[in-house]
Nanobody, 120 residues
């Protein structure tokens, strides 16, 4: 089982980016999926999470600008980021709680991270 994130890049302040993260492997079910970020010299922090039923949770710093969504059939989570600010610059990591056919136990997985840089 692995999580593969994509969609990062360089964008000007006020711009938009869309991140994607797909879980692959022998997956039985995926529960909570989410995005975290880590800026240089800072701890990793929550950005947003979404349950299998679609309930969402956002960090105060991104409310109204970021939207998390998911495609359950594809085991994929998305993060639409609008009105980006320089302080959004970080490595973004996807995260998922899932059960695989390997052992039928709920386990937590991290993706490899994708760099988002907001700069003029």
């Amino acid at each position: 089982v692995q999580l593969q994130a994509s969609g990062g890049g360089l964008v000007q302040p006020g711009g938009s980016l869309r991140l994607s993260c797909a879980a692959s492997g022998r997956i039985f079910s995926v529960d909570v999926m989410g995005w975290y970020r880590q800026a240089p010299g800072k701890q990793r922090e929550l950005v947003a999470t979404i349950t299998i039923g679609g309930s969402t949770n956002y960090a105060d710093s991104v409310k109204g600008r970021f939207t998390i969504s998911r495609d359950n059939a594809k085991h994929t989570v998305y993060l639409q980021m609008n009105s980006l600010k320089p302080e959004d610059t970080a490595v973004y990591y996807c995260n998922a709680d899932l059960i695989s056919y390997n052992n039928f136990r709920r386990q937590n997985y991290w993706g490899q991270g994708t760099q988002v840089t907001v700069s003029s």
